[in-house]
């Protein structure tokens, strides 16, 4: 019922016509999506770094806030999309399309991957977002990712590990992530332990069964 209550409100602004009108109302979503990973982010740095246990209850309900916004913003994606891509939209919100289908389950990545890669190709959007998506869907179906944009993290609250998920060619790593205009991976490194709070490391030899047999010791 929710959903349809989604799609009747969505359709109901773009009967109100304009790209400004599918502007404002992705601009909301983004809003939502970024405001709730903030608090996120604080709390996990909070928790891992300053070791305020305190908060892994609250860390938690974020959590599951984050993946009620992502759901609903999903719905608001799927019904823009329901006839083709909206034409003549901001750059912003087309960032938002793809974030938001980023952000979205392995199904939902998947159905709308082909979409991202034409969206990259058009120029709506960068590479490196479409880049992202790959390497996301790629990692959540347990393979090795081609861009090395993805990082997983494990351990207790207080004592977190992020290892970047294993790669398909390790030596050809920074040409390719230059085709797509990702910085080098030992930059990438660092950006993740400064936003993260946590050393975040590369094994370049790493396979995906290795890195699993560690998590499953860390749980």
């Known amino acids: 019922m929710k959903r349809l209550f989604v799609a009747f409100a969505v359709l ?3 009967g109100c016509n304009s790209t ?3 502007d404002k109302l992705l601009a909301e979503v983004w809003r939502k999506d970024q ?3 903030h608090q996120m982010i604080e709390l996990t740095r909070a928790v891992s770094v300053d070791k305020r246990v305190e908060l892994i209850d609250s860390l ?3 959590s599951e806030e984050v993946e009620r916004i992502d759901n609903q913003n999903m719905a608001i994606v799927d ?3 329901q006839r083709a891509l909206p034409k003549g939209l901001s750059a912003e919100s087309y960032k938002t399309i793809w974030i938001v289908i980023d952000h979205a389950s392995l199904e939902k990545q998947v159905q709308h991957l082909p979409l991202i890669e034409q969206m990259a190709l058009e120029g709506l959007i960068e590479h490196d977002n479409y880049a992202t998506l790959f390497d996301r869907i790629a990692m959540k179906q347990n393979r090795p990712q ?3 944009s993805q990082a997983v993290q494990f351990g207790a609250p207080d004592n977190m ?3 970047i998920w294993p790669v398909e060619d390790a030596e050809k790593l920074d040409s390719l992530r230059a085709t797509v205009g990702m910085s080098p991976i030992n930059d990438y490194l660092q950006q993740l332990t400064e936003s993260t ?3 975040a490391m590369y094994v370049p030899q790493m396979t995906v069964e290795q890195i699993n047999k560690m998590r499953e010791i860390e749980q």
């Open 12 to 14: 109901s602004l773009m």
């Open 20 to 22: 400004r009108s599918t």
């Open 35 to 37: 405001d709730i990973r």
């Open 60 to 62: 938690i309900t974020v």
């Open 79 to 81: 019904t823009l999309l």
């Open 146 to 148: 081609r861009y090395g």
């Open 161 to 163: 590990h992020l290892y």
């Open 197 to 199: 709070g946590v050393n």
